[in-house]
């Protein structure tokens, strides 16, 4: 499935750091349709959406690529080609219509994507760890935006004090010490990625050499 920012709790995705015009909202996508991407073997989507949800021309991470989609083209379900089945992976169009969600009175549409191999943006702001006093500013800005959104108060120094003490420690033990939901202190984790300043483990975190940076500017 290709899931869309405001679409269901699984399906949450923070926007990134944009430094390219050019760069879109972060995408989560579903393991076989990521797998299929990375690998080429997947060069299309297919979904039911009351409006379009991504845009022909925007790029989007899959959590292992960047991808650019081509077009978005709505389609009548029955007009489903054999040959547009097995570029999404499936083994006949009549795969595909079994496998839709969602509402059959939604629109479908046919998704075409490639794969970019280009690295993602937030990995190289992550490594640049020379930061300049306007570096710290933004990045002060930045995370003061966050803070003030947030409903529970400031968070972020907190959090990335709690990563740079403990890398490798699960997210679930890392929410439990802050009294936050585990959903909660993850999607925190991942706005400060996406501002390069945190990269994810198999388990747990650690700060990116950005982020050790700006934490080390402030002692």
Known sequence: MLCHPRSTPTCVAAAGYLPPAETRIAMLFEQRLREGIHDGSITVT???WQRPQVVAGGRYRTGLDLIEVLSVDVIDEARISNADA???GYPNAE???VDLRGPADLATFRIRLRRLDEPDPRDVLAATDALSPSD???IDHRLGRLDRASPRGPWTA???AAVS???GVAAPVLAESFGLETLVFKRNVRSLKALGLTYSLRIGYRLS???AA???SKH
């Open 214 to 216: 700006y934490v080390g």
């Open 86 to 88: 097995h570029r999404a």
């Open 158 to 160: 907190a959090t990335l």
């Open 46 to 48: 297919f979904r039911r």
């Open 209 to 211: 050499p950005r982020g």
């Open 165 to 167: 003490a403990r890398p």
């Open 95 to 97: 795969a595909v219509r």
């Open 136 to 138: 710290i500013d933004d």
